[in-house]
T-cell receptor, first 110, second 114 residues
Framework: TQLLEQSPQFLSIQEGENLTVYCNSS?????LQWYRQEPGEGPVLLVT?????EVKKLKRLTFQFGDARKDSSLHITAAQPGDTGLYLC??????????FGSGTRLLVRP | NAGVTQTPKFRVLKTGQSMTLLCAQD?????MYWYRQDPGMGLRLIHY???????AKGEVPDGYNVSRLKKQNFLLGLESAAPSQTSVYFC?????????????FGPGTRLTVT
């Protein structure tokens, strides 16, 4: 069974702090995606990483795909209250289908 | 361009009742999905469709049925609701861009079964 584990499950930090969220698996994925979900809404795609070792930046967010394509991380620099939400990683594990991690709930306090 | 829409937004059912959740997308996407989201368990795939007239089972298909008679619509049915089906249901659509199947989600349907 394919499994994606995210850590930490919950993170509460002060505005301006840095943080890293991890997404790990024993399986190799052809690509991995990160989504952010706000309360009462559906997840919204942030980024897709495809190549082992790939690093992508989206303003203050930095995403990295592990060399072996089994893990990924999301680093946020100088977090702001607007970053609050549920962060989900998802891996493509067969044609057409993704498997999602259980998510990291981030709270950024003003 | 509304993206992915879901109806209804909220619903309360009694055990044994049936209902249909409707998902519509206006992006001409080939692939459509139904997920359920429960606390601490992320999103789990119920059923999916790779094109009009086709459906397939996901991780947790028991107790649900689906139909995709038109490319833009994907229906999820509960024939006899059970309290274990209390959840938030999300529909998503995607297309194959470099085989990444990036998901476009609807706003969700919150279902409570009493």
């Amino acid at each position: 069974t394919q499994l994606l584990e995210q850590s930490p499950q919950f993170l509460s930090i002060q505005e301006g702090e840095n943080l890293t969220v991890y997404c790990n698996s024993s399986s190799v994925f052809s690509s991995l995606q990160w989504y952010r979900q706000e309360p009462g809404e559906g997840p919204v795609l942030l980024v897709t990483v495809v190549t082992g070792g790939e690093v992508k930046k989206l303003k203050r967010l930095t995403f990295q795909f592990g060399d072996a394509r089994k893990d990924s991380s999301l680093h946020i620099t100088a977090a702001q209250p607007g970053d609050t939400g549920l962060y989900l990683c998802a891996g493509v594990w067969s044609s057409y289908k993704l498997i999602f991690g259980s998510g990291t709930r981030l709270l950024v306090r003003p | 361009n509304a993206g992915v829409t879901q109806t209804p937004k909220f619903r309360v059912l009694k055990t044994g009742q049936s209902m249909t959740l409707l998902c519509a997308q206006d992006m001409n996407h080939e692939y459509m999905y139904w997920y359920r989201q429960d606390p601490g368990m992320g999103l789990r795939l119920i059923h999916y469709s790779v094109g009009e007239g086709t459906t397939a089972k996901g991780e947790v298909p028991d107790g649900y049925n689906v139909s995709r008679l038109k490319k833009q619509n994907f229906l999820l049915g509960l024939e006899s609701a059970a309290p274990s089906q209390t959840s938030v249901y999300f529909c998503a659509s995607s297309y194959s861009r470099d085989s990444s199947y990036e998901q476009y989600f609807g706003p969700g349907t919150r279902l409570t079964v009493t």
